[in-house]
């Protein structure tokens, strides 16, 4: 064990397909487990927007930034990774005429037109989800108690959203190739948490420490869903005659839904400094849904982990100390 202090920086990451993505004081890489066994590690050239203009770098607006910069990266390396832990290789995959057709026409295009296309539809489906849904059916339970519930729209929205995510997160971990990713989830966190522990990457040392971070992907959205439950009940009253037409109220909340990303962004920014009692109670949701979202690594999968840290991390941890 090191006898280095513990410290807590900016390092962060992404469980990817076959892989983790990392980012650190020498930028970005990603590991990944080839069919092979070899670990293949690559830096990627990624520039920033807040890198070009200061604007883009202040409180709120960092955060609205980041998120979608964040957004078009995984997509990124989740195509790079799936490319090359040989997911794409589809000579072994047995196609449909259609298929087939696609790919003599298309080439190498044809998986990312498909990830495009299942990319909209997603976001499609998340729209008719946690904004359509829970809308519809407060509506529904307004009617049969005679608008009682009118004062409480925005906190029985957010509730509905909240229990939404929990049931789909559920859901979807059990799946096996799901299970896989949130155990190369649960390695970005633990190795994470071993080199802001001091202690040496070593897979024994990894393996000791937590797969639970504040600053988790999953820990923002949670925290996003309960600032959207205080905004929908201030809006609400703000609005009350725009609260009652669907279609109004549904894209007014739309229309603040960068405010809550900026806010929920400088909340995560705020935890990764402190561990006060305030961060911890408002932590403490997004903590316990990295129970489902993350997983307990086998050794092979925390390899892949520290290979990527490696990539981007200087050999003194105190450079990328959050200041």
């Not at 990944?32 to 200061?54: A, F, M, P, W, Y």
């Not at 909340?253 to 305030?278: C, Q, S, T, W």
């Amino acid at each position: 064990m090191s006898d280095k202090k513990i410290h807590k920086t900016s390092v962060g990451g992404q469980a990817l397909i076959e892989g983790v993505m990392m980012q650190g004081p020498k930028g970005v890489a990603t590991a990944v487990r080839q069919t092979d066994g070899n670990i293949i590690v690559e830096h990627h050239e990624v520039k920033h927007l807040r890198d070009k203009s200061k604007f883009f770098a202040l409180p709120i607006i960092r955060g609205i930034v980041g998120f979608f910069e964040s957004m078009v990266l995984g997509y990124k390396m989740l195509m790079y990774s799936a490319e090359k832990s040989g997911m794409e290789d589809v000579e072994d995959v047995e196609m449909n005429k259609f298929e087939k057709w696609m790919t003599d026409k298309l080439g190498d295009k044809f998986m990312s037109i498909i990830m495009f296309f299942a990319t909209i539809l997603g976001f499609a489906l998340a729209f008719l989800i946690f904004f359509y849904f829970p809308v519809l059916v407060f509506n529904r339970l307004n009617v049969w108690t005679d608008g009682v519930l009118t004062p409480w729209q925005g906190t029985i929205e957010g509730v509905l959203k909240i229990i939404i995510f929990v049931v789909y997160i559920a859901a979807v971990s059990r799946m096996k190739d799901i299970k896989r990713t949130f155990m190369y989830h649960g390695a970005e966190h633990k190795s994470i948490a071993c080199y802001e522990a001091g202690l040496d990457l070593t897979v024994e040392n990894v393996k000791k420490c937590t797969r639970f971070h504040p600053r988790c992907g999953t820990s923002f959205i949670f925290v996003m869903l309960i600032l959207s439950i205080v905004l929908s009940t201030v809006l609400s009253k703000i609005f009350p005659a725009i609260a009652t037409v669907r279609v109004l109220w549904m894209f007014l909340k739309l229309a603040f839904i960068p405010l809550v990303m900026g806010l929920g962004y400088e909340f995560i920014k705020y935890a990764g400094r402190h561990d006060n009692v305030f961060v911890k109670i408002l932590s403490a949701p997004g903590l316990w849904m990295q129970r489902l979202t993350t997983k307990e690594p086998d050794d092979e999968i925390i390899e892949v982990g520290i290979e990527a840290l490696k990539a981007v991390i200087t050999e003194n941890p105190e450079d990328d100390e959050i200041k």
